[in-house]
């Protein structure tokens, strides 16, 4: 795991449950706020279930890129009892 992972590993952890974060706000505490990109990828590859990678969001809302599914993603954020009025599933073949 490179150090790259290991440092936005620890900063999903530190988001609390009911709440999400944006890959672009996770970039910028990274320090480089165009790495949205990478930071999508990173937790694409995760397998640590440790590591609440649903609460993670694109920056309009969108709900894309859970490993899980949307499905689940959705669930889990609903059990936070995440405030969920301005997060979307986005259209097929947008993010999906």
Known sequence: MSGFSRRLYALVRQIPPGQV???GQLALLLGNPRMSRAV???LSACRDDSIP???VVGT???LTGYAGGLDRKVKLLTLEKAEMGSLFLPKRGTAL
């Open 21 to 23: 974060a944006t890959y």
């Open 40 to 42: 999508g990828t990173a």
């Open 53 to 55: 990678c649903h609460r």
């Open 60 to 62: 309009n809302g969108s």
